[in-house]
Nanobody, 122 residues
Framework: AQLLESGGGLVQAGGSVRLSCVAF????????TAWFRQAPGKEREFVAG???????YYLDSVKGRFTISRDNAKNTVYLQMNSLKSEDTAVYYC?????????????????WGQGTQVTVSS
């Protein structure tokens, strides 16, 4: 399966961006999906996840600002990011796990996108 992210770019602090991740070659309607991010010089960290059943999980610092959602008909996962802060600047990666429920551990994910840059200017 191939994952292709889009929607990144330069945005001012307080603004919004929606990232999209389309899966090719495999449907992930029965899989768990997530978004990770990696800032320069830092480890890749879990940002938001959605289990097959629809439960969602978020990094504490993005709760109330970010929303993960999925459109199974389009085989697409989204990350709506509002009230962006400079510390949200990072490359954002879409990830898919064959597990019904997957957590913040990168090792639980089987497929990764190439990443999309989000830069928040203050």
């Amino acid at each position: 399966a191939q994952l292709l992210e889009s929607g990144g770019g330069l945005v001012q602090a307080g603004g919004s961006v929606r990232l999209s991740c389309v899966a090719f070659g495999r449907t992930f309607s029965s899989y768990s999906t997530a978004w990770f991010r990696q800032a320069p010089g830092k480890e890749r960290e879990f940002v938001a996840g959605r289990s097959w059943g629809g439960s969602t999980y978020y990094l504490d610092s993005v709760k109330g600002r970010f929303t993960i959602s999925r459109d199974n008909a389009k085989n697409t996962v989204y990350l709506q990011m509002n009230s962006l802060k400079s510390e949200d600047t990072a490359v954002y990666y879409c990830a898919v796990s064959r597990r019904v429920v997957a957590g913040p551990n990168r090792a639980e994910y089987d497929y990764w996108g190439q990443g999309t840059q989000v830069t928040v200017s203050s």
